[in-house]
């Protein structure tokens, strides 16, 4: 079935480092992507999305882009921030009826002074 | 301010003591959803909601009911809750599908505790 596989937490970094946590899917169509991120005691926030293969997502310095051949969505940033620290969650949908996110399991970043 | 709001934030309770976890968006949405979240599974979708009246199981509605009778509200209701119903629960909404790039809007979250 549909699936979003992310990269295991918890990602330790010292601010100022460059992030990268990866995200690939298993998907028997052409879904939309999406970066969701929460912050410790809050809801989910949409970080960014794409909706069509070779888009890129980009909001608050996070870049991904939709690659349709490796079927990856992974998120960049090139200078981490302590304020960055939360949970990521790569998730994808499908056009059609069904409105339904399907996510990864997430990614835990901790961003040090 | 455009939210959604959940209540409780926190429960703990009994098995079999019957509850409801309230949902409300004030953007006048067409689509609702509820999600769970547990360690290391992410969040699956326990029901949706794509306008009044209108409601369809996600992929683990099982020991859940909703109801959709107002736009801006869809309860979660547990009528007989269990232990391994113990987790995080979110309300999400939606003007337009998630599928055509519709941001979901989350709300705070719901920790419920099933002993």
């Known amino acids: 079935g549909d699936s979003v596989t992310q990269m295991e937490g918890p990602v330790t970094l010292s601010e100022e480092a460059f992030l990268t946590i990866n995200c690939t899917y298993t998907?028997?169509?052409?879904?939309?992507l999406f970066w969701y991120v929460q912050y410790p005691g809050e809801g989910l926030q949409l970080l960014l999305k794409?909706?069509?293969?070779?888009d890129k997502g980009s909001n608050k310095g996070f870049e991904a882009t939709y690659r349709k051949e490796t079927t990856s969505f992974h998120l960049e940033k090139g200078s981490v921030q302590v304020s960055d620290s939360a949970v990521y969650f790569c998730?994808?949908?499908?056009?059609?009826?069904?409105?339904?996110?399907?996510f990864g399991a997430g990614t835990r970043l901790a961003v040090h002074p | 301010e455009a939210q959604v709001t959940q209540n409780p934030r926190y429960l703990i309770t009994v098995t079999g003591k019957k509850l409801t976890v309230t949902c409300s968006q004030n953007?006048?949405?067409?689509?609702m959803s509820w999600y769970r979240q547990d360690p290391g599974l992410g969040l699956r979708q326990i029901y949706y909601s794509m306008n009044v009246e209108v409601t369809d199981k996600g992929d683990v509605p099982e020991g859940y009911k909703v109801s959709r009778k107002e736009k801006r509200n869809f309860p979660l209701i547990l009528e007989s809750p269990s232990p391994n119903q113990t987790s995080l629960y979110f309300c999400?909404?939606?003007?337009?599908?998630?599928?055509?790039?519709?941001?979901?809007?989350f709300g705070p979250g719901t920790r419920l505790t099933v002993l």
């Open positions: 953007m006048n949405h067409e689509y």
């Open positions: 998730a994808l949908a499908f056009s059609g009826g069904y409105n339904k996110l399907i």
């Open positions: 999400a909404s939606s003007q337009g599908l998630a599928g055509r790039g519709d941001t979901q809007y």
């Open positions: 794409a909706t069509k293969a070779d």
């Open positions: 998907a028997t169509g052409y879904p939309s």
